[in-house]
Nanobody, 124 residues
Framework: QVQLVESGGGLVQAGGSLRLSCAAS????????MGWFRQAPGKEREFVAA????????SYADSVKGRFTISRDNAKNTVSLQMNSLKPEDTAVYYC?????????????????WGQGTQVTVSS
């Protein structure tokens, strides 16, 4: 089992920045590729970003490319999402997820473990 806990969400004005963190516990963190997803009210959960086991590989949704940066610290068992130039359409609950078999998966049902989510609200 892997337990994931997100933090760092909040209310920010358009153009602002937030940094989300996800703390992992349980099994060896470096054995898992990680991803961030988001879900807005009435919409399906969508892929945001992914990072490989060692952090050398990253992947982003087109909607956030150039604005968001995913990173991980395997010594601290954390994965982060730096979000800059936020837009109102970025408003959603953000989830981190862990996946054991491959990295870069964009389908939410390929991930094995999920956090409880953290709310990000961007005002216009």
């Amino acid at each position: 089992q892997v337990q994931l806990v997100e933090s760092g969400g909040g209310l920010v004005q358009a153009g602002g920045s937030l940094r989300l963190s996800c703390a992992a516990s349980g099994r060896t963190f470096s054995n898992y590729a990680m991803g961030w997803f988001r879900q807005a009210p009435g919409k399906e959960r969508e892929f945001v970003a992914a990072i490989s086991w060692g952090g050398g590989g990253t992947s982003y949704a087109d909607s956030v490319k150039g604005r968001f940066t995913i990173s991980r610290d395997n010594a601290k068992n954390t994965v982060s999402l730096q979000m800059n130039s936020l837009k109102p359409e970025d408003t959603a609950v953000y989830y981190c997820a862990a996946e054991s078999s491959r990295w870069g998966a964009r389908n939410w049902n390929e991930y094995d473990y999920w956090g409880q989510g953290t709310q990000v609200t961007v005002s216009s």
